[in-house]
């Protein structure tokens, strides 16, 4: 099966300009995720969807990110204004069914705020 | 609170070598465990998962794990190390308890190994 796709891959910006990422996710899961990876850390969950509603947006920073999975399938983060810190590797997951079901993930987004 | 603690940034093992990288976390319930590997420039891959029952799992690539509930440990084991098994990899936990309907993993800060030939 086709795996989890995201674009672009890299992406570099000048602080308080805007961004966005795409992501599809494998046909058929309900959940999505997005994730950010900082250099030499774990992911962190920034939003969970399931179908096309919001589940988990608890870490999100909603002042300066949105995100949507308007028909449910696929899903755009946004960034606006961007800032110095939010350079890291943004990371789409998808799931299925169960709650213990393993995500898949895309190869991520590498953005870099100048 | 969900938290994942891997206590090496890296660990350096010979070819043919057994490996291990620790992991142990803290869940107020009982803990759904993952291993994902990262290779650079490519996203996460699944490794192997426990939920319930054997506390030995096995996973791809030759990789197992052992669940130990007293200890809170998942730690990842390979009988004989590959260099291509050099890679980044990290342990994630999800507690059982609370909202179901949110699936998100809590990730280790991922321990880097390198195999040397």
């Known amino acids: 099966e086709a795996g989890v796709a995201q674009s672009p891959r890299y992406k570099i910006i000048e602080k308080r300009q805007s961004v966005a990422f795409w992501c599809n996710p494998i046909?058929?899961?309900?959940?999505l995720y997005w994730y950010q990876q900082i250099l030499g850390q774990g992911p962190k969950l920034l939003i969970q969807?399931?179908?096309?509603?919001?589940?988990?947006d608890s870490q999100l920073p909603k002042d300066r990110f949105s995100a949507e999975r308007l028909k449910g399938v696929d899903s755009t983060l946004k960034i606006q204004p961007a800032k110095l810190e939010d350079s890291a590797v943004y990371l789409c997951?998808?799931?299925?069914?169960?709650?213990?079901?393993?995500?898949?993930f895309g190869p991520g987004t590498r953005l870099t705020v100048l | 609170a969900q938290s994942v603690a891997q206590p090496e940034d890296q660990v350096n093992v010979a070819e043919g070598n057994p490996l291990t990288v620790k992991c142990t976390y803290s869940?107020?319930?009982?803990?759904?465990l993952f291993w994902y590997v990262q290779y650079p420039n490519r996203g996460l891959q699944f490794l192997l998962k426990?939920?319930?029952?054997?506390?030995l799992v096995k996973g791809s690539y030759g990789f197992e794990a052992e669940f130990n509930k007293s200890q809170t440990s998942f730690h990842l084991k390979k009988p004989s190390a590959l260099v291509s098994d050099s890679a980044l990899y990290f342990c994630?936990?999800?507690?059982?308890?609370?909202?179901?309907?949110?699936?998100?993993?809590?990730f280790g800060s991922g321990t880097r190994l390198q195999v040397q030939p």
């Open positions: 046909s058929g899961h309900a959940t």
């Open positions: 426990y939920i319930t029952g054997d506390n």
């Open positions: 969807f399931q179908n096309n509603g919001v589940v988990d």
């Open positions: 869940v107020s319930g009982n803990p759904y």
């Open positions: 997951a998808s799931s299925s069914g169960t709650t213990h079901n393993e995500q898949f």
């Open positions: 994630a936990v999800r507690d059982t308890r609370g909202d179901t309907g949110r699936r998100a993993l809590t």
